[in-house]
């Protein structure tokens, strides 16, 4: 199976570009690995580039958990980093796949600056 890049995975999503679209959609369908990395920039580009609303990352972040030709590095990390963004919404998805990439390897808490991460519970506000 091979991986995909944040552009690659952004392209469904974003249907912007009908010949690279296309591309994304073939390659996807023959099966796709995404790392954690990977989702994390996707997100970022449909955020700060695009300017898709929480609401809608969220939307995306489900569809590709239940797509049928993808596989999420971590799903399980993936599914829990999404629960926690659809309780706090203004935090960004990233914040919370990392509280719960330390949460799965056993290193929490994970301290942060951040003042709404460190109110999740496994974060440690400095």
Known sequence: MRAVDANVLV?????????????????VA????????VLAEAMWVLDAVYERTPGQ???ALGLL???????????????AALAQYRTKPALGFSDCLVLEIARKAGHLPLATF??????LDGAQRL
Not at 11 to 27: E, M, S, T, Y
Not at 30 to 37: R, T, Y
Not at 70 to 79: F, K, P, R, S, T
Not at 114 to 119: N, Q
């Open 30 to 37: 023959k099966g796709a690995w995404v790392s954690q990395l």
């Open 11 to 27: 392209r469904p999503l974003a249907r912007d570009d009908a010949k690279q679209v296309a591309a994304a959609d073939a390659a």
């Open 114 to 119: 951040d003042k709404a991460l460190g109110h």
């Open 57 to 59: 990352l969220r939307a």
């Open 65 to 79: 958990l239940a797509h049928e030709s993808l596989v999420l590095q971590d799903a399980d990390v993936v599914a």
